[in-house]
């Protein structure tokens, strides 16, 4: 066969319906395809939902702890105001 001979398409369709690479891919393969992303796909989302729940809940207990700390900060100055009103208080008098 010479470099400039052209293949007959009916040669090129027995090829392809051989199964031989560059052929189309049957609907029952299409479908497998299709099965295996979505699966893919749902795992790597499975994942990413876990991983979001986590991030979320570190979060929240940062923020819980962040409370606990100004709540005590807060209730230190209310005592420290009270004790500053009475003396200042006392000295009036």
């Known amino acids: 066969m010479s470099a400039y001979q052209i293949s007959s398409p009916i040669s ?3 090829q392809a319906m051989d199964g ?5 891919p049957s609907p ?3 479908t497998e395809e299709a099965s ?10 499975r994942e990413a939902a876990r991983e979001c729940r ?3 809940k570190e979060y929240v207990k940062c923020l819980e ?3 606990a700390v100004l709540e005590k ?13 009475d003396i200042y208080c006392h000295k009036t008098e």
């Open 20 to 24: 031989s690479p560059g052929s189309l």
């Open 65 to 67: 702890n962040r409370v």
């Open 12 to 14: 090129g369709l027995s």
């Open 36 to 45: 295996q992303k979505r699966e893919l796909r749902l795992m790597k989302n």
């Open 28 to 30: 029952q393969q299409l």
């Open 73 to 85: 900060q807060n209730k230190m100055l209310i005592e420290e105001l009270k004790a500053l009103k």
């Open 54 to 56: 986590r991030k979320k």
